[in-house]
């Protein structure tokens, strides 16, 4: 009977220990590997040299960004700090070492927003060529990211943003439930910050529906 109610606490502790280090405002574990043709179609339009890819996850496009400059820049890259060490560590392996990752906590309210402030910090003028940003996915977190960006930007420069009519209830992560209204899960908040935040600022215009958006050069 004690060595029963020890091996409890025991799986206890374990599972507390577990979800402790685990909470995470965001899955671990994604279903998708997608390659973001119309992002990479249209960079090669481009001359851009210094990029930065706001949620990387495995780094399926981060390493087409890595082709795509082929030693040139610099790759920037924003994610949860274990994340951002796997995709730099293989993107090194491969030769590339012109990336620098910007990782930060799974604390509830951490983000790369923290990150991007940084960069505002070390930074006075603008750095960025081009962003794509496909993290988050909220109005909370990626409004602020970007005003955040917009100060790391270039005149001429361009911001992309993946999943405009992607909402919380294409996704099952039970805790998504305990942060957002039904509204919020039901809304396309990638779609909102575009329409409302992106779409009216006159100093960007449309390039690709919805998606690219260029920087005016004053
Ligand atoms: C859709 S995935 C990115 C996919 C990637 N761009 C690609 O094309 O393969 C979204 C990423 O955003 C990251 N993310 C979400 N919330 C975050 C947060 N609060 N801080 C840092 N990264 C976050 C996730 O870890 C995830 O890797």
């Not at 400059?69 to 994340?83: A, P, W």
């Not at 990150?115 to 909370?140: N, R, T």
């Not at 805790?175 to 957002?180: A, D, E, S, V, W």
């Given at each position: ?59 399926a496009t981060s ?79 990626d409004a602020l ?6 100060k790391l930007l ?65």
């Amino acid at each position: 009977m004690k060595m029963l109610a020890y091996r409890f606490q025991a799986l206890a502790r374990y599972y507390f220990r577990k979800m402790t280090f685990r909470a995470t405002n965001y899955p671990t574990r994604l279903f998708s590997l997608t390659r973001q043709t119309k992002t990479i179609e249209f960079l090669k339009t481009t001359d851009c040299q210094v990029i930065a890819e706001i949620g990387v996850y495995m780094g399926a496009t981060s390493t087409e960004f890595a082709k795509f400059l082929n030693g040139r820049g610099e790759l920037h890259l924003f994610d949860f700090e274990d994340n951002v060490l796997e995709v730099t560590r293989r993107l090194n392996e491969m030769g590339y070492h012109n990336v620098i990752g910007h990782g930060n906590s799974r604390k509830i309210m951490d983000s790369y927003n923290w990150s991007l402030m940084k960069m505002i910090q070390a930074h006075k003028e603008p750095v960025f060529d081009y962003v794509f940003v496909d993290g988050a996915h909220s109005w909370a977190v990626d409004a602020l990211a970007f005003f955040l960006t917009d100060k790391l930007l270039k005149p001429g420069g361009y911001i992309d943003f993946d999943d405009y009519d992607w909402t919380f209830k294409d996704f099952c992560f039970p805790p998504f439930r305990k942060m957002y209204t039904r509204e919020q899960i039901e809304t396309p908040q990638v779609g909102l910050l575009i329409d409302l935040l992106v779409k009216r600022d006159p100093h960007y215009t449309e390039v690709t529906q919805n998606k690219i958006f260029q920087k005016n050069r004053e």
